[in-house]
């Protein structure tokens, strides 16, 4: 236990948390946080649009008309279809901000160059035609989900050829006196020049290949296999299992695990979501829902029922005291009390459990949805802070099942913790009672 | 004395805040307290006297400490045990401690 416990420190944290650190891992990370609230604000009008409630639509149909439900459906649109532009934006933003060069030029050129890369071509069937038409348009299928890593590969390409052209300082210079805004907007025409005339000739030499356009190829090379992996349940087992050995170096393994998995398990949500307002069925069980609405119950590794054990079972008065302290954060998945005062960090006791009921939990929760006990998480984004049962229930787009496979991963998480919990609690407290003896 | 103390979300420093606000009355002490994000805390530093990071966050004290000596700001990582029991006291005597 020892040996593993220094190979943690050693050896998987400094690697783990300089990965984490990697500048463009890191703002692919912040430029999707940018993202987060529209989508949840978009998810807001998609709960609504679909609640599972008898007469729900006949009763909305009669006070706002037939198409209610579309009209609803607006905001949901504008947020989810239009996540590969913000994330254009958003990566090449922080990107540059990351390099100290002008983020918000950057950043606009950026989604002209994903843009550029995109194909404006939409297929339409009309009306009682059997035949599909191309049209000319901007394919809101590319701009969603579907484009993000084109998004996130142009905005990383996009910054770094204006970078490499600013170092070798091919700007232009204005004469003294110019107002430094225009100076401005002028010195980010020769880099962005550089940027838009590497882009237009890879898109030209996409054109001649078999993939047609950059979207084609990237989902081909990078999306799929990518989905398979980040979306198979061996995926997800990887990750907590990162993510919780990281906890016990005492460093935040989920912000860096998820960091890198978000693009992948963002675009997986997504797929939930058309399925899910298209009526079909819905594909994926692995995505950052699942994750965060199954596993992260109380917070990372599934702590909630270890905190009801503080309270209810400990005959430690430290632990009692701890576990008081960690219910209230607890309830709205915040644990840095229990990892950091029980403690997990370093703890050769309950790292054990630490390490394994998350692994036990999610895949109890892919297996449920697998056998269709559950409903999968419909697209529906739903805060991480959401407390127990309550996100269960949305996050599914408003099944039950959802709230009581949370509430059964608690008492899960809670059976599997009490042996550990057990002899940790004895440890205490006898430690408690040796003292009160040497004190009297 | 403003201390500004910083971790992954800014939510679990949320809560120490509180303690220590709570400590620094009974003390008499005048200070203001707040916590943010890794992400936000650029935009903060230049208001702060003392610079606290959350311990699951340690692997970017010295991206921190690099920060704090550009402005002369002290920077260091809370005790794990007194951030988990969310010891308000101990952890501004700290910080008070760093600022001398």
Not at chain 1, 190 to 212: K, S
Not at chain 1, 235 to 246: C, E, F, P, R, S
Not at chain 1, 401 to 409: P, Y
Request: glycine share 8%; charged share 15%.
């Amino acid at each position: 236990m020892n040996q593993f416990m220094r190979f943690l420190e050693e050896k998987f944290m400094p690697i783990a948390a300089k990965v984490g650190e990697q500048r463009h891992l890191q703002a692919i990370r912040d430029g999707i946080i940018m993202t987060v609230p529209l989508v949840m604000i978009g998810s807001l009008f998609l709960i609504l649009g679909f609640l599972p409630i008898k007469g729900y639509e006949s009763f909305m149909a009669n006070i706002f008309g037939d198409s209610w439900q579309s009209n609803l459906l607006y905001p949901v649109g504008v947020t989810f279809d239009l996540l590969a532009i913000f994330i254009a934006f958003g990566v090449a933003y922080r990107l540059a901000e990351r390099y100290q060069l002008d983020p918000l030029s950057i950043a606009i050129i950026s989604v002209a160059c994903f843009m550029l890369v995109t194909p404006y071509k939409i297929s339409f069937t009309p009306e009682g035609a059997d035949k599909t038409y191309e049209v000319t348009g901007i394919p809101l299928a590319l701009t969603g989900s579907k484009g993000m890593f084109v998004a996130i590969i142009i905005a990383i390409l996009t910054t770094e050829i204006y970078r490499f052209v600013v170092k070798r300082n091919i700007v232009i210079k204005m004469p003294d006196g110019v107002p430094p805004s225009v100076a401005k907007s002028f010195a980010a025409l020769l880099p962005g020049f550089a940027v838009i005339l590497t882009v237009w000739l890879l898109r030209l030499l996409l054109q001649v290949t078999p993939f047609e356009n950059m979207h084609n190829i990237v989902s081909t090379l990078l999306g799929k296999p990518l989905s398979l992996l980040g979306g198979s349940l061996a995926g997800a087992i990887i990750a907590v299992m990162v993510a919780q050995m990281l906890w016990v170096t005492g460093i935040h393994g989920q912000a860096i695990v998820w960091g890198i998995m978000s693009p992948i398990w963002l675009a997986l949500v997504d797929e939930n979501r058309i399925a899910f307002t298209s009526g079909k069925e819905i594909p994926n069980i692995v995505n950052v829902q699942f994750m965060d609405i199954f596993y992260s119950i109380g917070g990372s590794g599934t702590t909630l029922g270890l905190a009801l054990l503080l309270v209810l079972k400990s005959r430690s008065q430290q632990l009692k005291q701890l576990g008081r302290l960690a219910i209230a954060p607890g309830l709205f998945n915040i644990n840095e009390p229990i990892i950091f005062g029980l403690p997990m960090v370093m703890n050769p006791i309950m790292m054990i459990p630490f390490i394994l009921v998350p692994v036990v939990i999610v895949s109890v929760s892919y297996f449920a949805m697998d056998l269709g006990l559950v409903a999968k998480t419909a697209g529906v984004m739903v805060p991480w802070t959401t407390p127990v049962g309550i996100g269960g229930f949305l996050a599914t787009g408003g099944k039950i099942s959802g709230a009581i496979l949370q509430l059964f991963n608690v008492a899960l998480s809670a059976a599997l913790y009490y042996p550990f919990f057990r002899i940790w609690d004895n440890q205490k407290y006898k430690e408690e009672h040796q003292m009160k003896k040497e004190v009297s | 004395m403003n201390i500004l103390l910083i971790c992954a979300a800014g939510m679990s420093t949320s809560l120490l805040v509180t303690k220590m606000q709570q400590a620094a009355k009974e003390k008499g002490l005048d200070a203001i307290i707040w916590a943010v994000s890794a992400d936000e805390a650029k935009d903060h530093l230049d208001r702060a006297d003392v610079v606290l990071l959350g311990p699951q966050i340690r692997y970017k004290l010295s991206h921190f400490k690099k920060e704090g000596e550009a402005r002369g700001i002290p920077v260091d990582v809370i005790n794990p045990a007194d951030y988990g029991r969310v010891n308000g006291a101990g952890v501004l005597d700290f910080a008070l401690r760093l600022k001398r």
